[in-house]
């Protein structure tokens, strides 16, 4: 009996070891990564509370924080967008209009910030706690117990751009609701619609609303621009009010459905604690083990932004608003926007298909819907607007991508119809944003811009390998393979780079047609034919000084012709040294970056994080596999950074040992216990789990991996 007892007491300890291990998961996300700085070189990140791809963000706006606590927030986007209904604890009551919201102080000091929480203190010594699940923001105000009262305001024609048509109506001493306008993004008009339900845990004392500079006490309506609504509560007894807000872009009905469904009973804590465990699950998905605890902080954060995105805009009831304006029913279990795709399509959808093949499979079948109520495929969707942000044709490479890392559970038919339309069919538009620019000219001449063109050529290799995947459809599939050598029409000889051509033929400057990086940059962005472009400037020795050139700084701003870590064009650059003769070099550049580019402080990030797109880069670099080629399920290796990586896919475990923060080298690699020579991974390989055992040193093993070449296909 009491070896028995022994036994129940060590298992009872090791299950709560466990689940504390598990539990301090949120912990190592500090959501301060990323949130300061200015320009190119900020992360945008928010610092506030958010769900795995949930429907709300609530958060000072990165934008506009002196408003206070906004319900939607991109997660690094480097332009002001969003940021409606903002709420604001106030102390004391409320003597006149707050008008637009510009005159309140930020908050003064940021108490705890973490996946699924933030807390901070206003300088009226207020104090805001924020968590979230998945349709609901939840808030607990503190105010200062030398004050009887304190208010409580909430924006609704206010946002972090312009709100032109906005409504609110308080229905009760506890309860309100409205609906805002969107305002624009990167210059494009966002003319969605967000509905709101507020409910406060309890009564207010007195109330009311404003209308610009007029505050309208006991009134129960304001509508327009620089409305709102406030509250004011007696805190002689009670110094808490708690606060919970649902939205949705169909109808103040479905927001306060979603509100009711979004009840926990507990209170506040109870919110908190349930946002925390849904991200340790999330989070645990890969577990790292290191000594060096900076490091992975900063993983598990940029883990964490990689999660926030693409995120559910349809309501508990199926309801969505479509990309033409019409309420619409999910085919599937939820419906997903904000698609920053061509950030996306370069890492962060790789790793949300082998993680979450579902959830995935569902976010491809929003693609496919928008693009049948738009008319093809966005380039950067946000609500149900395409805003037609970037170039090239980036939706195709998204979903090629999806695809050839598990997610296949869509209607692979009329993503193909959508794909191949949006490439052959010219002036054709989403929305009122034209899918390819210039496709009459790419498809006459052979060439056409040069960095949309590359976008074009990955795109084109993309569709091919799509149409042979899912479809088997190999006439397709040959041509836009083929297509995607258009390439090699840009090439100029002369000066051996890639070189913007003039529609007669005639060469232009080397320095145009370059969108947000320069021709050293995109000069690398061939990713499918790497051999061949290698083979055309003179072999791998020309590559190889070539890319030692653009790696003598890794900071460089898009017009600098260095390497730029922050800047999508160029991810993929340092594994390119896999396919010369120096594949040791790669680990090199890669550790560099971790060492000299990103850090631990709010403004560790070189760039905008873009939806999680630098996230996803870094976990990728991290676990030692780079997704390189669009539409081709694989990966190119470099020296991972941690002692050992599990991964936990859908169809088995895949650990990863052996990796170092100081250690950059590869020494030898062993698959399944046999030696691994080549710096190339398929995912077919892995994706039901094993064993990847890197032997690494701080000195170059320079003969590794030299002498298998990767793919390249020609």
């Not at 990167?186 to 339900?197: E, S």
């Not at 393979?481 to 051996?496: E, G």
């Not at 055309?536 to 600098?560: C, H, M, P, W």
């Not at 020579?677 to 789990?689: A, F, R, S, V």
Request: glycine fraction near 8%; aromatic fraction near 14%; hydrophobic fraction near 35%.
């Amino acid at each position: 009996m009491r070896i028995l007892n022994l036994n129940f007491v060590f298992v009872i300890l090791f299950m709560c070891c466990a689940n504390l291990n598990s539990q301090s998961l949120v912990k190592f996300v500090d959501t301060k990564i990323g949130s300061e700085g200015g320009g190119l070189g900020c992360g945008y990140n928010y610092i506030g509370a958010s769900y795995p791809f949930g429907m709300v963000q609530f958060t000072p706006s990165f934008f506009s924080p002196q408003k206070g606590f906004v319900i939607n927030q991109l997660s690094g986007a480097g332009c002001p967008h969003m940021g409606n209904v903002p709420v604001l604890p106030i102390a004391g009551n409320i003597e006149k209009s707050p008008d637009n919201m510009e005159g309140f102080d930020t908050y003064k000091i940021i108490n705890e910030a973490h996946a699924g929480f933030l807390s901070v203190s206003m300088k009226d010594k207020t104090k805001a706690s924020l968590t979230v699940n998945k349709r609901s923001g939840i808030a607990k105000f503190k105010f200062d117990k030398n004050n009887k009262t304190g208010s409580v305001i909430i924006g609704a024609g206010i946002s972090s751009t312009f709100t032109e048509n906005a409504m609110i109506k308080i229905t009760s001493n506890k309860t309100c609701e409205g609906f805002a306008d969107g305002g624009d993004f990167c210059g494009t008009k966002t003319p969605y619609r967000i509905y709101f339900a507020v409910e406060f845990d309890r009564a207010s004392s007195t109330k009311g609303t404003w209308i610009g500079n007029a505050l309208l006490k006991e009134s129960l309506q304001g509508y327009g621009k620089n409305s709102g609504a406030y509250f004011t509560f007696d805190t002689m007894e009670n110094e808490e009010v708690h606060y919970r807000i649902s939205v949705s872009f169909v109808s103040i009905k479905n927001s306060k459905e979603n509100l009711e469904a979004s009840k926990i009973e507990g209170g506040f804590e109870a919110y908190k604690s349930n946002a925390e465990k849904v991200w340790n699950e999330n989070l645990s998905k890969i577990a790292i083990e290191s000594l060096n605890h900076d490091r992975k902080v900063q993983f598990y954060t940029h883990l964490y932004h990689a999660l926030i995105h693409p995120n559910i805009v349809s309501d508990v009831n199926g309801d969505y608003m479509g990309a033409d304006f019409q309420v619409h029913k999910t085919i599937t279990e939820v419906q997903y926007s904000s698609f920053s795709v061509w950030d996306t399509y370069r890492t962060q959808a790789q790793l949300i298909a082998m993680l979450y093949p579902k959830e995935s499979s569902d976010m491809m079948q929003s693609l496919v819907d928008f693009a049948d109520q738009s008319g093809g495929y966005g380039r950067w969707v946000l609500a149900n607007i395409e805003t037609g942000i970037m170039q090239g044709d980036p939706t195709s490479i998204l979903i090629a991508n999806s695809y050839a890392f598990g997610a296949t559970n869509f209607d692979v038919k009329h993503a193909y119809k959508h794909m191949k339309r949006g490439a052959t069919i010219p002036l054709l538009r989403s929305q009122n944003q034209e899918i390819r620019p210039h496709l009459t000219e790419y498809m006459r001449d052979g060439h056409t811009f040069a960095s949309m063109m590359l976008e074009y050529t990955s795109a084109d290799f993309a569709i091919g390998q799509f149409a042979l995947q899912a479809l088997d459809n190999k006439s397709d599939g040959d041509y836009f393979i083929k297509r995607a050598q258009n390439w090699k029409n840009i090439y100029n000889p002369k000066i051996n780079w890639l070189n913007s051509k003039h529609p007669n033929g005639e060469w232009k400057d080397i320095e145009h047609d370059w969108r947000e990086a320069t021709y050293k940059n995109y000069f690398w962005m061939v990713p499918y034919n790497l051999k061949g472009l290698i083979d055309t400037i003179g072999g791998k020795q020309v590559a190889e000084k070539r890319l030692n050139t653009l790696f003598k700084r890794l900071d460089a701003s898009y017009e600098e012709d260095w390497f730029a870590a922050g800047n999508e064009p160029d991810f993929q650059v340092p594994w390119i040294y896999n396919w010369t003769s120096t594949p040791y070099k790669t680990s090199e550049v890669i550790h560099r970056i971790f060492n000299d580019i990103y850090n631990s402080k709010p403004n560790g990030l070189p760039g905008n994080d873009d939806l999680g797109t630098m996230g996803a880069w870094y976990v990728y670099a991290s676990i030692g596999l780079y997704p390189m080629i669009p539409g081709i399920g694989g990966f190119s290796i470099n020296a991972p950074q941690f002692k050992k990586v599990t991964i936990s896919f859908p169809e088995g475990q895949l650990v990863i040992n052996g990796g170092s923060t100081k250690s950059h080298y590869i020494q030898s690699l062993k698959w399944n216990n046999k030696n691994y020579t080549n710096t190339w991974l398929d995912w077919e390989t892995i994706k039901k789990g094993g064993l990847l055992d890197f032997k690494t040193s701080n000195k170059p093993q320079k003969s590794w991996g030299k002498n298998q070449i990767p793919p390249s296909y020609n």
